[in-house]
C-alpha cells in the first residue's frame, strides 16, 4: 500500500465522527452497527468513514462469530500514533500503525478455504 499523504491525514482526523471511531475501535473490535450506535450517525454514514480509514490503513477488519452461528465483520483502530513536529525551520510528521493480528475466527476462515 502506498503510504498517505499528511493532508489526507489531518483531513481525516478533522472529522469528530472519524476520531470517535478510531477511539472506540482502539478499545475492542465494534461493527459498524455497534459503531453507528455509539456515534449516533447512521450506518451508511459509518461505512463511508471507515472505507475512508481503511483506504490508509487506519483501521482494520476482522471477523467476529455470533452465538447464531453466523459471523459478522468488526473494526479496529489501527492508528498507533500520529505527530507533527515543527523543528529547526522543518515540518516533520510521523504515522505509527499497529500491525495486523489475526483474531482465531480469521485464522479458522482461511483454513476452512483450504479444504
Same mark, same amino acid.
Given at each position: 500500500m502506498a503510504?498517505?499523504?499528511?493532508?489526507?491525514?489531518?483531513?481525516?482526523?478533522? !472529522?469528530?465522527?472519524?476520531r470517535?471511531? $478510531? *477511539?472506540?475501535?482502539?478499545? #475492542? +473490535?465494534? @461493527?459498524?452497527?455497534e459503531?453507528s450506535?455509539?456515534?449516533?450517525?447512521?450506518t451508511?454514514?459509518?461505512?463511508?468513514?471507515? !472505507?475512508?480509514?481503511s483506504?490508509?490503513d $487506519? *483501521?482494520?477488519e476482522?471477523? #467476529? +462469530?455470533? @452465538?447464531d452461528?453466523?459471523?459478522?465483520?468488526v473494526y479496529?483502530?489501527?492508528?498507533?500514533r500520529?505527530?507533527?513536529?515543527v523543528t529547526?525551520?522543518e515540518?516533520?510528521?510521523?504515522?505509527?500503525r499497529?500491525?495486523?493480528?489475526?483474531?482465531?475466527?480469521?485464522?479458522?476462515t482461511?483454513?476452512?478455504g483450504?479444504?
Amino acid at each position: 500500500m502506498a503510504d498517505v499523504d499528511l493532508a489526507t491525514v489531518v483531513a481525516l482526523l478533522d !472529522d469528530e465522527h472519524t476520531r470517535s471511531i $478510531l *477511539v472506540a475501535t482502539s478499545d #475492542r +473490535p465494534l @461493527s459498524a452497527t455497534e459503531l453507528s450506535e455509539h456515534c449516533g450517525l447512521s450506518t451508511s454514514s459509518i461505512y463511508r468513514r471507515l !472505507d475512508r480509514l481503511s483506504e490508509v490503513d $487506519l *483501521v482494520g477488519e476482522r471477523t #467476529r +462469530p455470533r @452465538s447464531d452461528g453466523h459471523h459478522e465483520t468488526v473494526y479496529v483502530s489501527r492508528l498507533h500514533r500520529f505527530e507533527v513536529t515543527v523543528t529547526d525551520g522543518e515540518l516533520r510528521w510521523d504515522l505509527d500503525r499497529e500491525s495486523e493480528s489475526d483474531d482465531v475466527a480469521d485464522q479458522l476462515t482461511r483454513l476452512w478455504g483450504k479444504f
